[in-house]
């Protein structure tokens, strides 16, 4: 039997989960930024063979899932055991994206990477870990993300695409680092930069939303239409 109501309510569902895996997906991906990493990881390991380079990157990788994976599970008790609300942290949040995508849109990353983050590398044998997986893949930005993500979830369903836009972007991060001499041959460092630009551009609106919904939490603003 047809029922209008239960057609509408099935694609408000499906709509809605839709929009907020095209979000979580874009917002880890383009903060994780695998193509960013490339001329650091490749300035660290000049010392390495290919081999090691792939071993390197499989193990940042492997990092970068596993420290988004925990901070997106216990988000919610994180939340609770400092007493903070999802407002406060989407605005927090919000902020720190703006930060990153007005930074990216100058192709710099000074908030995941630096100069003493790339000379500590290049004196490591094995920079997978730190400091290639953690703070240059997950970097503050990425974390606070999927504990927004996850807080602002409306449904246990909507939590799925969090975590296989994490595994993706991991997935997605290996492929590029373990390629990295591939990837600066073909997009050179001016493409990598313009690739920056773009994510950085993107990330900036999506920041701005963050801010948006944190206000219309505490009813500072109404988005409701009129």
Not at 48 to 57: E, Y
Not at 104 to 120: F, H, I, K
Not at 121 to 130: L, R
């Amino acid at each position: 039997m047809y029922l209008p109501a239960e057609a509408a309510r099935i694609h408000s569902f499906f709509t809605s989960m839709t929009e907020f895996s095209f979000v979580a997906f874009s917002s880890i991906f383009f903060l994780v930024d695998p193509f960013a990493a490339v001329p650091p990881f490749l300035a660290m390991t000049n010392h390495a063979d290919s081999v090691a380079r792939r071993r390197m990157a499989g193990r940042a990788a492997w990092t970068c899932f596993i420290v988004l994976s925990l901070f997106a599970i216990s988000g919610s008790f994180i939340f609770k055991l400092f007493g903070i609300t999802l407002a406060a942290f989407e605005i927090a949040g919000g902020l720190i994206l703006l930060l990153i995508g007005l930074e990216m849109l100058q192709a710099r990353r000074s908030t995941q990477e630096g100069v003493s983050e790339t000379e500590e590398g290049a004196q490591k044998e094995d920079i997978g870990i730190t400091p290639l997986g953690i703070p240059l893949l997950a970097g503050p930005g990425a974390i606070s993300t999927v504990m927004v993500l996850m807080g602002a979830s409306p449904t246990w369903q909507h939590a799925i695409p969090i975590f296989v836009a994490i595994a993706v972007t991991s997935l997605a991060s290996y492929l590029i680092l373990a390629s990295a001499d591939r990837v600066r041959k073909r997009m050179g460092d001016t493409g990598i930069r313009i690739m920056m630009r773009i994510m950085g551009l993107m990330l900036t609106a999506i920041a701005v939303q963050f801010v948006i919904n944190g206000l219309a939490r505490i009813n500072l603003i109404n988005l409701s239409p009129q």
